[in-house]
C-alpha cells in the first residue's frame, strides 16, 4: 500500500510540473511568434512604408536647390521632362480614337519675363523641387474640356511629404480659369466663387492630373467642374468654380492673358484627294 500511495504521490507531482511547465512554454512560442511577426513587419516598414505612415514619420528630404539656374537643376528639370513624356498615361490620351479634336499646350511658355517675375506660379513657385515643369495642357478644341498634367515637388508640402491644400487649390483656380475664360466673350474673366472637397492627400514627388469640364454658361457667367487624381485613377481633390467677364472688360487687353494661358497652333486641314471624287480648280487661261 505504501508503494502505491508512493507512486500516487509522484504522479501527482509530475503533472503538476506539467502543468506548470505548459503554459510556459506556451508563452514563449506566443512570444516568439509575435517577436518574429513584428521584426518581418519593421523590415517590410523600412524597405517600402505605406504612404500613410509618411503622417506619423516621414522620411527627410534635401529641399529645392538654391539656384535653380545650376547645372544639376537644369539636369534635373530635362530629366523630369523626360519623365513626362515617357508617361503611358500621356502616351495613351495622344492614342485616343478622338485624339485629333485635342490639342496641346505649354502655359506660360511666352509669358514675358516682366510678368513672370512677380507671378505666383509662373514665377515664385517655378523650379525643381517645387513646381518645376511648365504644365502639360490637352485641351478640346472647342474649349469643353482640358486634362492638365503637373508635376508637383517636395517643396510645396505643409505637413512634410503631403502637398499643402491651398497649393491644390491654386492650381486648380489656374487650370479651371483657363477653359472658363476661352468661354468668355472678351477672353477675360476672375474668379467668383471656388468650392474645393479634399478626398484624400496628394503625396509629393509625383505626376498629378487635373480633369476640367465646362458646365454652364450665361453670358458674361461660366461655370465649370474640375478634379485631381493620381495617375493610377485616384480621386484626391473635387473642385466647381464660377467665373466671370468684368464689365469694364472691353477696356482691358487679353493678349497677356492669351500668354498665360497658352494659345494653341492652328488647326490642320486635310489635303483634299482627287481620289474622294473632288475635282482639281480649273486652269487658269
Excluded at 469643353?144 to 512634410?160: F, M, N, Q, T
Aim: glycine share 8%.
Amino acid at each position: 500500500m505504501r508503494e502505491i500511495a508512493c507512486s500516487l504521490t509522484l504522479l501527482i507531482r509530475e503533472g503538476s510540473n506539467s502543468a506548470r511547465i505548459r503554459p510556459t512554454s506556451r508563452f514563449v512560442r506566443t512570444l516568439a511568434l509575435v517577436t518574429t511577426i513584428g521584426v518581418g513587419a519593421y523590415t517590410a516598414g523600412a524597405v517600402a512604408p505605406h504612404p500613410y505612415f509618411t503622417f506619423i514619420a516621414p522620411r527627410p528630404a534635401p529641399g529645392p536647390p538654391a539656384d535653380p539656374e545650376s547645372p544639376e537643376s537644369l539636369a534635373y528639370v530635362a530629366a523630369l521632362e523626360e519623365s513626362l513624356q515617357a508617361l503611358p498615361y500621356l502616351a495613351s490620351l495622344r492614342t485616343q480614337p478622338d485624339a485629333d479634336e485635342w490639342y496641346e499646350v505649354r502655359p506660360y511658355k511666352r509669358f514675358p519675363e516682366d510678368r513672370r517675375v512677380n507671378n505666383l506660379a509662373a514665377g515664385a513657385l517655378r523650379g525643381p523641387g517645387k513646381l518645376a515643369l511648365m504644365p502639360m495642357v490637352r485641351s478640346k478644341h472647342d474649349e469643353s474640356e482640358a486634362i492638365v498634367i503637373v508635376h508637383v515637388g517636395r517643396g510645396l508640402c505643409g505637413h512634410d511629404g503631403i502637398i499643402h491644400g491651398g497649393l491644390l487649390a491654386t492650381l486648380l483656380d489656374e487650370s479651371l480659369a483657363r477653359t472658363a475664360i476661352n468661354n468668355l466673350p472678351d477672353k477675360i474673366g476672375v474668379t467668383a466663387n471656388l468650392a474645393i472637397n479634399y478626398r484624400a492627400p496628394t503625396f509629393a514627388d509625383q505626376f498629378i492630373v487635373m480633369k476640367i469640364r465646362l458646365g454652364e454658361k450665361n453670358g458674361r457667367k461660366v461655370k465649370v467642374t474640375g478634379r485631381v487624381e493620381d495617375l493610377k485613377g485616384n480621386l484626391l481633390v473635387e473642385a466647381s468654380a464660377t467665373f466671370v467677364q468684368p464689365k469694364y472688360s472691353n477696356m482691358l487687353s487679353n493678349s497677356v492673358v492669351k500668354q498665360a494661358m497658352g494659345e494653341p497652333e492652328p488647326r490642320k486641314k486635310d489635303p483634299v484627294l482627287l481620289s474622294e471624287g473632288v475635282p482639281p480648280p480649273a486652269a487658269k487661261s
